[in-house]
């Protein structure tokens, strides 16, 4: 990772803080309002000696998820330590970081969907104080779960993964987010934080912040100290109004004691899951549906090959770069319908790009060959896509495969489209309209709507509509 992308850490000597807090004793509060000690790997203050559970983690480290999932587990098998694999509840292995200039100014948002290590992180639950101080003391990571396995029998140890959310606190984006998110996880902070007030719902500010009535919030906001909001004054939520510089002030410790319930926040925007026998029956049908497209196109292989030969030789099939569930990156398959030269003669026609987004198009392509227009007006050219659907990077239904480049347009398209494999056919291709200026905003509508409508119902409609397309073109 570049130091362009990699920010420096806030969570230093000046650290940002809201009601006399920092990022990390935010962390430490959430968990004790539900009666857990958080023990960090390296930390320098002692564990607690008042708390039920230790929640023990990397130096590094935020996490969040729901206890309530594993109370059963901890109090009918009673684990002496139970090691707890976090999936990120985003379905979507990214980190979001700033790309910044030679000058440190800022360029743009860019996301890594590689070697992000925190988007599945490990922690543990222990209920002896001594485990948990053994791995506040450890030297190095490494140490530290190996001591786990050495103190404890195998009988004695449980495992189990659950999903929730990780924040990497030497990622001041991470920092921000986590803080942000908190917002709307931890609803009711006042328990462990003596010195706030509610406003309103989900709104929480600080004793001495002046916030006059007629401030209108929408969200769940909390307003730091020293913090002055005066008349007609918006703030949109989910934020953070850090403290005012210089108005930190000593917050008192709060016991391990207090265990407030863990309620999932209303109103959060999620993406709809599919269950297990959804996800395994529609993966099913794509395999057998591909086995029985590539037989029965299968003699329109040879054909197309051979004219691709003929007119401009190897390769017959062209891979592109392109992204599946959770930003994997894969080959997505075609015929060849442009010269071999087509990405470096692109580089020259991008002022002639009639696209409105993030994709290249031009209607009568220069790149493309004879046989490429005739394939593509025949809709042939996505024919090899079916091996990808056999090797799990597609499915036969979903959105349009994109490169990393199109998927840093629209978070909220992006997150969609990548929590499901794209498709060889989606709603897009049968619904667009091809308005001038409109295509792009009709992907990202359609996209949507796919995931928050998918069914199999709305599978087989799409299929039927693609047939009458490749039909219509057909004749």
């Not at 000597?13 to 006399?20: D, L």
């Not at 990214?94 to 030679?102: C, S």
């Not at 319930?261 to 057998?288: A, E, H, N, W, Y």
Request: proline share 7%; net charge positive; aromatic share 10%.
């Amino acid at each position: 990772m570049s130091a362009a992308l990699r920010s420096r850490s806030r969570l230093g000597p000046e650290r940002p803080t809201v009601w006399g807090l920092d990022a990390l004793q935010l962390h430490e509060r959430y968990w004790a309002a539900r009666g857990v000690a958080v023990a960090r790997q390296g930390g320098l203050d002692a564990v607690d000696t008042d708390a039920e559970q230790y929640l023990l983690v990397d130096s590094r480290a935020m996490v969040v998820f729901r206890l309530r999932e594993l109370t059963g587990l901890l109090s009918w098998v009673e684990p002496d330590v139970l090691f707890v694999r976090i999936r990120s509840t985003c379905d979507s292995d990214y980190r979001e970081l700033v790309a910044a200039g030679p000058g440190g100014d800022f360029v743009a948002f860019r996301r890594e969907y590689d070697n992000v290590n925190l988007r599945m992180t490990r922690v543990a639950l222990t209920r002896s104080r001594e485990i948990a101080e053994l791995w506040r003391t450890a030297p190095t990571l490494r140490h530290a779960w190996r001591m786990l396995r050495q103190r404890t029998r195998r009988d004695r140890r449980e495992a189990v993964m659950v999903h929730g959310q990780m924040y990497d606190t030497t990622i001041d984006q991470e920092v921000d987010q986590f803080t942000k998110d908190l917002t709307r996880f931890w609803p009711v902070p006042g328990m462990v934080i003596p010195s706030v007030r509610k406003l309103a719902p989900q709104v929480w500010a600080s004793v001495d912040a002046k916030v006059d009535a007629d401030v209108r919030f929408a969200g769940p906001v909390w307003v730091g100290a020293g913090r002055s909001l005066k008349p007609g004054q918006s703030v949109l939520g989910p934020a953070v109004l850090w403290d005012a510089p210089g108005t930190r002030s000593p917050v008192p410790k709060v016991p391990v004691t207090e265990i407030e319930p863990l309620r999932q926040p209303s109103g959060q925007p999620t993406l709809p899951r599919q269950g297990v026998f959804q996800r395994s029956s529609k993966r099913i049908f794509d395999i057998l549906f591909a086995l029985c497209a590539m037989v029965l196109t299968g003699p329109v292989y040879p054909v197309v090959m051979l004219a691709i030969w003929l007119e401009d030789g190897r390769p017959f099939f062209f891979g592109h770069p392109r992204q599946t569930l959770g930003g994997r990156n894969f080959m997505c398959l075609k015929f060849r319908s442009m010269r071999k030269d087509a990405e470096k003669i692109r580089q020259r026609l991008e002022r002639e790009n009639q696209a409105d987004g993030p994709q290249f198009f031009i209607k009568d392509d220069p790149r493309l060959t004879r046989v490429g227009r005739i394939i593509r007006k025949l809709n042939i050219d996505e024919l090899p896509q079916f091996l990808n659907v056999l090797a799990g990077d597609m499915a036969v239904v979903g959105p349009r495969p994109s490169p990393n480049k199109e998927n840093q347009c629209c978070p909220a398209w992006r997150e969609a489209r990548l929590s499901v494999r794209p498709g060889v056919t989606g709603l897009w291709q049968v619904n667009r309209t091809r308005t001038k200026g409109l295509d792009f905003q009709e992907w990202i509508r359609y996209d949507i709507e796919y995931v928050a409508r998918m069914s199999w119902r709305l599978d087989v409609w799409i299929i039927w509509k693609t047939i009458l397309v490749c039909l219509r073109a057909g004749g």
